[in-house]
């Protein structure tokens, strides 16, 4: 084989073994940065899913103190709750629409919301307030509205360890991919040195 055919070859798989460790080190930084993406929207989704959990139990404590009080200045908290849940919910859902499986739970959280809403509190509070000793039998309403909202809480619960179940796990690949661009760079460095010396001496000996 002559120099220049050593050369080259040795010039060939100098560049690919750079080439390799730099492919390596660019998937690792691109899984970090996904990691850290990951991760502040996920803060950022179990923010708004908490936010909208309290508007649940805003509703659910504004019911009950009318059921036992009829005492209106209850309903002040049913209005406010009642003004933001929507945008509340739209929030939420714009945020989760990158997971398949996070959106679908958004979607029967948002239903079950609206059933408890429109179907429960919204029909009862006219006839608590027109109806006279009505709260006096509150046992009903209580069951009903616990059954409601212990599920809503069930799927808000299941909803936030998704997500953090998610941020988890690409924290985990963004590791993973570290600690191979660690090896891979390290087999590089040693790789590429070890060919230069060699060259280096099939070069001396040429001369």
Not at 53 to 65: A, C, I, M, N, P
Not at 196 to 206: H, K, N, P
């Amino acid at each position: 084989m002559t120099l220049a055919r050593r050369v080259w070859l040795a010039s060939t798989l100098l560049a690919v073994l750079v080439a390799a460790a730099f492919v390596v080190l660019i998937l690792a930084v691109a899984a970090q940065r996904e990691a850290t993406e990951r991760e502040a929207r996920s803060k950022e989704v179990t923010t708004a899913s908490l936010q909208l959990e309290k508007l649940v139990s805003d509703v659910e404590t504004s019911f009950l103190g009318l059921t036992l009080t009829r005492r209106e200045t209850y309903l002040v908290p049913y209005r406010a709750a009642m003004a933001e849940l929507q945008p509340r919910l739209s929030k939420l859902d714009a945020l989760a629409s990158d997971d398949v499986r996070q959106r679908a739970r958004v979607r029967t959280l948002a239903r079950r919301l609206d059933e408890y809403v429109t179907e429960f509190v919204t029909p009862l509070i006219p006839i608590v307030r027109e109806t006279p000793g009505i709260a006096e039998d509150d046992a009903l309403f209580a069951r009903e509205g616990k059954q409601r909202t212990d599920e809503i809480r069930r799927l808000f619960r299941e909803f936030q360890r998704e997500e953090n179940a998610l941020a988890a796990a690409a924290s985990r690949t963004a590791e993973r991919r570290s600690d191979i661009a660690v090896v891979a760079a390290l087999v590089a460095v040693f790789a590429s040195t070890t060919l230069i010396i060699l060259f280096g001496i099939v070069l001396a000996r040429s001369i």
